[in-house]
């Protein structure tokens, strides 16, 4: 006989804890990149040029929103493989 039980995971608080984790992690990224590269180091960044612009300006105005896009994939991913892992895809 099989049990219904089987099919859930065995500790659904374990699956939050972890993904909160990975959300703190990911939100802990995107804030140094945003904040921390297009405000607060922004005059050393600037003494680099890409593409002719400087860098701080880049990482203001673009290097943010690409770092976004990018955490969100790596947060659907990521999310993905630890609900297979837990048991609650």
Known sequence: MTSVMSDR???PGAYWR???VLVATLLAVWAIVSF???????E??????VQGF????W??????????????WV???TSQR???KHGVD
């Open 9 to 11: 995971p065995s500790d």
């Open 18 to 20: 972890a993904n909160l």
């Open 36 to 42: 921390g590269l297009s405000i607060v180091l922004v």
């Open 44 to 49: 050393p960044l600037n003494e680099v040029q």
């Open 54 to 57: 400087p860098l701080g300006f």
């Open 59 to 72: 990482f203001a105005h673009q290097g943010s929103i690409v770092t976004f896009i990018v955490l969100v």
């Open 75 to 77: 947060y659907a991913f």
């Open 82 to 84: 630890l609900a297979r």
